[in-house]
């Protein structure tokens, strides 16, 4: 009987030429399909929900395939897993992706489409000393950030807006640039790190990136927090500020169900 | 006129081929001999404390060079890391090498003779779950290590001893293989961290990580602690446990003067 089968990926973006099947590159989506492909014995392509960029990391990516395969579901996690450990030259280290969880979805499920909403979370290291061993994992920004401000700037993403001046170009075309943001969450954790929590009903391409950087430089006060509405109605990307670098990004988690509200 | 140059460096391993200068190959010796011939205009060749190897990282590695140069002593910090960085392709990433400080020393200072010890510190995630953004910078165990019997064990190593049991062919032949420990200190940090703190005067070729090999057996239950004085006695390799692997070692710091013992 044909299953569907949707899988929950972690991945450490760095080593990767981003998501996407390209010739010639190491991608997510390659390097996981050659493994499924020797796993179960057949040809198989998948489909993800988010292509991220080099560099972009993930805890809950998700991708889902279609086939009759000779194993039972339940063993496919751990048989990919150690197909992917098995590629690594040191075996006393981790593959840069593992697949945590699989599940059978309904025939018609699809991972991109019946997605409800999609968490981000950015990081940014906000230390006067650089920490080297962080460096493929945070955004390192060493003046010194009004949180404050940013989540002033940040309340004005919320709800629904036309993001036009929040993409860049190059990303697959979509027919609006309309989305809705849940939730924007700004808070500082511990070792000088800022955490910028995204969840919306869908981004478009760089669009968290550039949030991002536009927070920065409302951080940094080299914009006004007011500026966000401004910088939205004009829907110009020139408009808006710098693209931060990707190694700050983590697609958390995708939701089927409605992510829960703030009451 | 004359100085000699101390540099205190840190360095992320994961993408050199080690310490010392080897044709064709990255390495953190050949990397920071190119920038500083860049910086200082002539041919630099600096002598390193110690010869890490690929993998290993370190916060306090030291080095040295002699020369007359036309920039003051307090610049070069500078200099050398805006080299640094400015070899690498992303503008918002660090580089992986990073000059904490620069001193300059008597001419007739010796960074790895007048040395009295070092401090190395060795980190294993013992978690059940896989942690791939740690991949390159933890030992990850998901059985669960018993720190009182490895505690136990380690005292064994307290003092001064024959390590020829815990040393790897291949080093750099020394005359003697007698070495003197000082502390050693096991103990858990949060999210399942298990920190190995180890001071000595020396360490032979991949004795830190002998030592911690056979104490991660030891912690398994798969050896008794009371064996590592029967290992060290023997003077056989093959007696003592596996080489725990470069990625959870860094070099943390080098004493010129004697560590503060504990009292």
Do not use: C
Request: charged share 25%; proline share 5%; hydrophobic share 35%.
């Amino acid at each position: 009987m044909e299953r569907n089968i949707l899988l929950k990926i972690e991945y450490d973006g760095t080593d990767f030429s981003g998501w996407q099947r390209q010739p010639g590159r190491r991608t997510v989506q390659g390097t996981l399909e050659e493994a499924l492909s020797k796993v179960l014995g057949q040809d198989i392509k998948i489909e993800g929900t988010s292509r991220t960029d080099a560099g972009v990391h993930a805890l809950g990516q998700r991708a889902i395939f279609k086939g009759e395969f000779p194993i039972p579901t339940e063993n496919i996690q751990k048989a990919v897993n150690n197909m992917l450990a098995g590629g690594m030259n040191n075996k006393n280290k981790l593959p840069d992706i593992n697949i945590a969880g699989v599940m059978v979805e309904a025939p018609d499920f699809h991972p991109r489409f019946d997605a409800k909403g999609k968490h981000y979370r950015y990081i940014i290291e906000n230390s006067k000393t650089p920490n080297i061993f962080r460096r493929n994992y945070r955004y390192q920004i060493n003046q010194w950030l009004d949180t404050d401000a940013m989540r002033e700037a940040a309340n004005q993403f919320l709800g629904e807006h036309d993001f036009a001046a929040f993409q860049s170009a190059g990303g697959t075309p979509r027919e609006s640039t309309v989305r809705r943001i849940y939730s924007v969450d700004i808070y500082r954790r511990e070792n000088d790190e800022i955490i910028v929590d995204i969840i919306g009903n869908g981004f478009l391409y760089n669009m968290i990136r550039i949030m991002v950087g536009t927070l920065v430089e409302v951080g940094l006060g080299k914009r006004e927090p007011m500026e966000v509405d401004r910088i939205l109605k004009s829907l110009d990307r020139s408009r808006a500020g710098h693209t931060a670098p990707p190694q700050g990004l983590y697609l958390m988690d995708v939701y089927y169900e409605f992510p829960e509200m703030e009451i």
